[in-house]
């Protein structure tokens, strides 16, 4: 047999669940990595994770490396030999530095050349250093110490296997020796067992009650909860990251349903799902409806002996949560949502920049100036104007201090309960949209407006304290902001002046007029990082990105150009168009604007300004179709071409050659206002 299974399981103490799926993907790419580089064939690469082990399993590894030829190019073989075609001292030295007999050099096209045959070694014999590389190689958000050890790792080692086959590969990492003997399920597996053989791993651990496998195990969790949530006529509400965490928290699980009072019901949904959901892990359970029923599903990490004992626990605990839940919205409701306002006064929004009821007025300010600049009728502004100011205010309340995953929601409920209407009520749940990566954005033209708001504003307020987001340091989620920004105003189809924008933001903090340039400068830059992503999101070509982003003061206009420019380029053959527009790019560099048609020398000339004047009307006219801009765009190249074909710019008339210069100026503007085509790649 010319290849064997190998089997490394490092055994630890509790590992975080969000941490897994990073550190599995790196152990596989690491492993690939190492026995790609040292020639070492394998078939298929697998890594497995359960809360107390880490495994890597390689199948059809081979027992040597494969046998490499190098071909190493020498001096010319002029050098090489001397006229009686002996070698020289070089062809000797070069020889010799490569291990082979200077008779072994050929020659080829002048040089000289040493092929290097290299044996490959046995398997066996080097994953004794590869495997203790690959555990020290791993990474991690955050790493532990132990004991008087100097070694990092993410949790305690305690035991680590390590086959090739049968066979065990000898090493030691953080004083554990390597070797055949792991660990079953901590309650349901007594002391060490023995595997008996790499390719037997995933057999050998469900016998001691462990389920190696993160996918099948996440099979097997959502099949319970399903099958658990129709037995009860309801539907289970499974969520992809709360479904991941709990594979990662279970070796092996069993569903059970357990169930709450139905007073609870009466509280806003979000108040029941929160505290069962994000702080105890459970599934909530709905009808057909979606209306939630008093029942929850739970993981339990281990078998289905004294299920109805672990189903009373997690009920009691489920109960003082609710029980809290009931008592601090009962409290809440003994005021309205703005009578919460005053207390706003004393929490700090940022230190220097007052608090949290000084950022409510400003969110009011800038939501009415945006939907000034947006045209909005006269009732949906006032509604978002209301919506800004009590957008924070359930903040101070006892229910989002005691769960605060409900910022927003409980605003929502609340607003609701006042009587504040739908508009003001959704506008202060939206206008924290996007919470995270893939979140929904703002729906209702209120939200969307105070969001905008909100985020300009924290941007601003944090530049202003030279709090700018370096390297991975991003402590107030600035980058998010940034990005709510960008793919709220496309996904509005909104066309604002970022430039103002910023400004009034700028101008409602205060701050100083001679600061305010590079502030704005700053925060533009940062805002233009996140519109790139976006466009490269988009599956847009990176140089049609980076045409478009000369100016961004109206970010959906940009999309709407990055996308017209690359179905453009994709559909037709631009190139002579491109050339004639870098042509004019290349030359019209002086700020040079004033056109006076009486100084026309030569026919190309008035023709080239004659079809200038008429795009120009024709691409006003085309407003933000940007597909009709480029088409009418592309009816200079032909003028383009004939006038550089005919006329010599760099005239010696210096009042004839500004003139020209400045007919060239005034077209590179034109076309550079839909983007800059010296950056596209042809």
């Not at 089997?7 to 630890?12: A, D, R, S, V, W």
């Not at 992809?240 to 007073?263: H, N, R």
Request: glycine share 4%; hydrophobic share 40%.
């Amino acid at each position: 047999m010319m290849s064997k299974d190998l089997l490394m399981e490092i055994g630890t103490e509790e590992i975080p669940a969000h941490f897994m799926p990073a550190i599995l993907q790196q152990l596989k790419e690491k492993a690939e990595e190492k026995f790609t580089e040292l020639h070492i064939d394998f078939s298929e690469t697998k890594t497995y994770g359960t809360p107390r082990r880490l495994a890597l399993l390689i199948k059809d590894l081979a027992k040597k490396q494969s046998d490499i030829s190098t071909e190493h190019k020498g001096p010319s073989v002029k050098i090489a030999f001397d006229n009686d075609n002996n070698p020289t001292k070089a062809a000797i030295g070069f020889a010799r530095g490569k291990n082979i007999d200077v008779n072994e050099l050929t020659v080829r096209d002048g040089y000289i050349y040493a092929v290097v045959h290299e044996h490959g070694s046995r398997t066996i014999d080097l994953l004794s250093e590869i495997l203790p590389q690959l555990i020290e190689g791993l990474n991690f958000p955050k790493n532990m110490r132990w004991g008087t050890l100097d070694f990092r790792f993410v949790r305690p080692i305690r035991w680590i296997v390590a086959l090739f086959d049968s066979e065990v590969i000898p090493f030691t990492t953080a004083n554990v020796h390597s070797g055949n003997k792991t660990r079953g399920h901590r309650f349901l597996s007594d002391g060490e067992h023995i595997i008996e053989n790499a390719s037997d791993y995933k057999k050998t651990m469900k016998k001691l009650f462990i389920i190696v496998d993160q996918n099948k195990r996440r099979d097997m969790i959502k099949e319970q909860i399903n099958r658990l949530a129709a037995e009860n006529n309801g539907h289970a509400q499974i969520t992809e990251d709360l479904l991941e965490e709990v594979t990662y928290l279970v070796e092996y699980p069993t569903a059970l349903c357990g169930k709450f009072e139905e007073k609870y019901l009466n509280l806003p949904k979000e108040a029941v799902i929160t505290p069962m959901r994000e702080h105890q892990r459970y599934f909530p359970v709905t009808d057909a409806a979606g209306k939630l029923l008093p029942l929850f599903i739970t993981i339990r990490n281990g078998g289905d002996n004294a299920l109805a004992t672990v189903q009373h626990g997690n009920e009691r605990v489920l109960r003082a949560r609710l029980a809290d839940a009931q008592f601090f919205f009962d409290e809440d409701r003994k005021k309205k949502l703005v009578d919460y306002l005053d207390k706003l006064k004393t929490v700090v929004f940022q230190e220097g920049l007052g608090s949290v009821y000084d950022k409510a007025l400003r969110l009011q300010k800038l939501t009415a100036y945006l939907a000034d600049a947006c045209k909005t009728a006269p009732s949906v502004k006032k509604s978002a104007e209301r919506a800004a100011l009590l957008a924070k205010a359930d903040l101070v309340t006892g229910m989002v201090c005691e769960f605060t995953e409900l910022q927003g929601i409980m605003g929502r409920e609340y607003a609701l309960l006042d009587n504040e209407g739908d508009e003001v009520a959704k506008a202060i749940d939206e206008h924290y949209m996007p919470r995270f990566a893939g979140d929904k954005l703002p729906s209702t033209v209120s939200g969307q407006l105070v969001s905008l708001a909100d985020k300009i504003d924290t941007i601003a307020a944090t530049f202003s304290r030279g709090l700018i987001p370096t390297g991975s340091q991003d402590p107030f989620a600035l980058r998010r902001q940034a990005l709510g920004i960008v793919n709220t105003i496309i996904n509005a189809k909104m066309n604002i002046s970022l430039n103002s924008f910023i400004k009034e933001s700028l101008n409602l903090l205060s701050i100083d007029e001679d600061k305010q340039k590079d502030l704005s400068a700053n925060i533009i830059n940062f805002i233009k990082l996140r519109l790139k992503n976006v466009l490269a999101e988009a599956n847009i070509r990176y140089d049609i990105v980076d045409s478009v982003l000369n100016n961004i003061n109206d970010i959906y206009a940009v999309y709407k150009k990055a996308l017209s420019l690359d179905n453009k380029l994709t559909s037709a053959d631009l190139t002579g168009i491109v050339q004639s527009f870098v042509r004019v790019s290349n030359i019209a560099k002086q700020d040079v604007l004033n056109i006076d048609e009486s100084l026309f020398t030569c026919p190309e000339e008035t023709t080239l300004y004659q079809n200038y004047s008429k795009v120009k009307d024709a691409v006003r006219l085309s407003g933000d179709d940007y597909d009709a801009v480029i088409d009418k765009l592309a009816l200079l190249s032909a003028p383009i071409d004939r006038f550089f074909d005919a006329v010599m710019v760099m005239d010696k008339d210096e009042k004839i050659k500004n003139n020209r210069l400045a007919l060239l100026k005034n077209i590179d503007n034109l076309i550079k206002a839909t983007a800059d085509f010296s950056k596209i790649v042809l």
